[in-house]
């Protein structure tokens, strides 16, 4: 089994590949990194899931923060408690931390076509981040079965699981996620992730979603482009205009 690289070998790679922004989840990353990435002109980014969280990650130096809805597909970025006792609505959320941090906010969670970035910016967020409008495209590396389970799924159907990566995450739930919750032991993250990338990888050459990771949010239902020039597109229609 392949071990995965240190956190200081994939910050070094990060630092050394010079991007424009560097993202970090599931907490506030030290002092240190911030400074670092400053000096070489990389702007950092954190993930919040409520208001004392994103008060944090502003004090920690972000130069934004990525609020995270409960709608959101995927992994919770939750560092302050259990992701399960953070489940604010991107409605409720955005509004407080744009209040409580004087840092611009980029709202995720529940966001697919114009009306949700109109929303997010009427708010007060700064930018939008989206992911199952995207994930739906054929320009995505999803399986097609997975692009294809996400433009069909009703916000309803997600659940909040553990059982596939070991961390709680949005998807639809499926054989693999009844079978492993129904079991009621699981290893922690990341090995469960690691033992359930086993046949994860194998499901997606046979095509067969029912032993997927189908990571979407409750705005799935709303991916109806192929894509990702037309899902751009269709985002960019809800910006307010910079004139106005």
């Known amino acids: 089994m392949q071990p995965l690289p240190s956190f200081d070998e994939q910050l070094e790679a990060a630092l050394a590949a010079g991007p424009a922004v560097l993202s970090f989840v599931f907490g506030v990353p030290p002092a240190a990194v911030v400074e670092a990435a400053h000096r070489r ?39 302050l408690a259990e992701p399960e006792r953070g489940l604010v609505g991107g409605l409720a959320l955005i509004p407080q931390v744009v209040d409580a941090v004087d840092v611009p906010v980029i709202a995720a969670g529940g966001i697919a076509d114009r009306r949700g970035v109109a929303a997010a910016f009427a708010l007060g967020a700064a930018g939008v981040q989206v992911g199952s409008a995207f994930l739906a495209t054929r320009q995505s590396a999803a399986p097609a079965v997975h692009r294809e389970r996400i433009r069909t799924a009703d916000a309803h159907e997600t659940v909040l699981t553990r059982a596939m990566s070991g961390r709680a995450a949005r998807g639809l739930p499926n054989r693999a996620v009844r079978t492993i919750e129904q079991a009621g032991g699981r290893a922690s993250f990341p090995l469960q992730n690691i033992l359930t990338g086993a046949f994860r990888r194998r499901a997606a050459e046979l095509g067969d979603p029912e032993l997927l990771s189908l990571w979407m949010g409750q705005a799935a ?24």
């Open 41 to 79: 002109g990389i702007r950092v980014v954190g993930a919040a899931t409520t208001v004392p969280e994103a008060r944090a990650l502003a004090d920690g130096g972000m130069d934004a923060i990525v609020v995270t809805g409960l709608e959101a597909a995927g992994h919770r970025p939750a560092f």
């Open 221 to 244: 239902g709303l991916a109806h482009f192929d894509d990702a020039a037309e899902v751009f597109a269709e985002l960019a229609a809800g910006i307010p205009d910079a004139r106005s």
